[in-house]
């Protein structure tokens, strides 16, 4: 067996006067061209943890290896979309992608650098918005920038925290929409963490789930068995979404305090998608999956 | 917007003139004294003594102030010996020493600032000798820089370099301290170099702090200049104030009193533009 494209192993982040881990034991993998998003209450130290993988912060315990060499500090092959979309307010649309394209290649040419960050800026719909400063963008344009300038020095993996934490449910729909469109286009592999459950589901291929800080641990991996092809408004057509959705809140809502998510040691893989089909014939028009469809909605 | 502009406008005239006549009123001549010649003196005695001249104030009324203003504004440029300059030639020479020692204190002062603003280290180690050596009048060090330069044209700009120094190291060191985290955050993961860091991340955003301090830097500077002309002599528009209070002529010295005021607005507004001119909106 091969070691997945990014493991994590034994990660603990304490921070001086604390006696506490903020978490401790966290480990995972992420296979190339995987979408992992990271759920879990505040302060359990997930923004930590995509900071580690950043190389922006280094962890008390524990390394991060990815493609087989250990992660030591920031680097180009890791692309970050941050909470606060981080755009220099001084320098227009264009050239806050151009920023991070001329990093990336320092030996293009201006004309080289100004077409590959039009080339992503058009990706993420902004072609009308180029020279335009930040401040005159909204919310979510903004959001967008910082995807097309994480985007556009083609990294080997995006790191997306919270992204769309801080948009209207409108926007946030139609940029997730987007990324969903770019990843399965890009085949990009993405770590990404968010509040939001139905984002979860609707992005990606597995949720870690994070029992509450400190001493926070993932307890539970979900896997999202949905094919890949999901749309946001086909989304809730699928039986399996509910069951998915029901386990994600259960487990937020009443597990993740609970000694047993606090103490898992090595965290289990669960498929709530399929559990039905354990039961009963894996059509939606079984009895059972439409009642439990049903009671859902 | 326009008919509140043309009524300031109208609004200071107004002002401008009302002063223009006090003034007038303040300095006209006394009428009721009128001079006689004192008993058992000849009358070209008395005359001789000043005695029958009109009794003036002595601070002389805007009229023969506008007349200064003429006479100095239509040749400033003439030189007649070093006494006797023309006002523009007098400007020139302060500007000139305080452009000078503005632009070394800030070829000191910015990259300075910058190792402050970005090492607490540098920081806490500098920060005694910048309390003690900030709040020292920039005069004061007048007669060390006499002993040490021996040359009083460069003590000059000496004393003008000091008092710059201080507002733009220390508005340096503050807004590059100030540069958001999330902004130095991006230029990690992009594996930006130091140097390229520094000057596309750290330096505009700190711009706007920067030339703040640099203002405030040309406006100590400008009035400073003033007194260090009057002290070392020679020329500049400082010695030119104290020449003409030698000479015992108030229009002149009013007049360049007018001329230091619009001078020094001039450079302050030029400075506005400059940090309209990087300040952004975030």
């Not at chain 1, 959001?143 to 083609?154: D, E, K, L, S």
């Not at chain 2, 301090?213 to 104290?242: C, D, K």
């Amino acid at each position: 067996m091969t070691a997945p494209y990014l493991l994590i192993e034994d990660l603990a982040k304490r921070y001086p006067g604390s006696s506490e881990p903020v978490f401790e034991n966290i480990r995972f993998g992420i296979e190339r061209g995987e979408f992992v998003c990271i759920i879990g209450h505040s302060g359990c130290g997930k923004t930590t943890i995509l900071n580690v993988l950043a190389g922006l912060e280094q962890p008390s315990d524990g390394h991060v290896i990815v493609d087989n060499r250990e992660v030591k500090g920031p680097g180009l092959d890791r692309g970050v979309v941050f909470q606060g979309h981080a755009l220099m307010p001084w320098l227009t649309v264009l050239q806050n992608v151009a920023f991070g394209v001329r990093s990336r290649w320092p030996d293009w040419s201006a004309d080289k650098i100004n077409e590959q960050a039009r080339k992503y800026l058009e990706m993420v719909g902004l072609g009308h918005a180029m020279d335009k400063k930040p401040s005159a963008l909204s919310g979510g344009m903004k959001q967008r920038v910082g995807i097309a300038r994480a985007f556009a020095i083609q990294p080997k993996m995006l790191l997306l925290d919270e992204p769309f934490g801080a948009l209207d449910a409108l926007t946030r729909g139609t940029i997730q929409d987007e990324l969903l469109k770019i990843v399965q286009a890009t085949q990009q592999t993405v770590f990404m963490i968010t509040h939001d459950v139905d984002e979860a589901i609707l992005l990606a291929d597995r949720i870690l789930l994070m029992s509450n800080g400190p001493r926070a641990r993932i307890a539970e991996i979900v896997e999202v068995t949905m094919p890949r092809n999901r749309t946001r408004a086909g989304l809730h057509h699928d039986p399996q979404y509910y069951r998915i959705r029901n386990h994600l809140v259960d487990f937020l809502v009443s597990r993740s305090g609970g000694d047993e998510a606090r103490n898992a040691t090595h965290p289990v893989t669960v498929r709530p998608g399929l559990e039905a089909d354990a039961n009963a014939p894996a059509t939606t028009d079984s009895p059972f999956v439409r009642a439990s469809t049903e009671l859902a909605a | 917007m326009k008919p509140e502009f043309l009524k300031s406008t109208l609004l200071s005239l107004a002002i401008f003139c009302r002063f223009i006549g006090i003034w007038q009123l303040a300095t006209m001549p006394k009428e009721s004294a009128a001079p006689q010649t004192p008993a058992g003196m000849s009358a070209e005695y008395a005359a001789l003594m000043g005695l029958t001249a009109p009794k003036q104030s002595g601070f002389p009324p805007p009229a023969e102030v506008g007349r200064a203003f003429v006479k100095f504004l239509s040749d400033p440029f003439y030189d007649r010996g070093p006494n006797d300059k023309g006002i523009g030639i007098q400007l020139g020479h302060s500007l000139g020493r305080v452009g000078l020692g503005f632009l070394l204190a800030a070829i000191v002062a910015i990259p300075l600032g910058f190792a402050i603003g970005m090492s607490p280290l540098i920081y806490r180690a500098l920060d005694p000798f910048i309390q003690v050596l900030k709040p020292i009048s920039p005069l004061a060090w007048m007669p060390l820089a006499l002993y040490t330069i021996k040359d009083s044209g460069i003590s000059g700009i000496f004393v003008i370099f000091i008092c710059s120094l201080w507002p733009m190291l220390i508005n340096t060191a503050f807004g590059v301290a100030g540069v958001r985290r999330e902004w130095l955050n991006v230029a990690r993961t992009l594996e930006v170099r130091p140097l390229r860091k520094a000057l596309t991340v750290i330096l505009p955003a700190a711009a706007p702090t920067i030339l703040t301090g640099a203002r405030i830097s040309m406006g100590i500077a400008w009035l400073v200049i003033v007194a260090a002309e009057m002290l070392v002599g020679g020329t500049g528009i400082g010695y030119f104030v104290w020449n003409e209070w030698n000479n015992l002529a108030l229009p002149n010295v009013i007049f360049a009193i007018v001329i230091i005021g619009v001078v020094g607005m001039v450079l302050d507004r030029f400075f506005a533009t400059l940090q309209k001119f990087v300040t952004y909106a975030e």
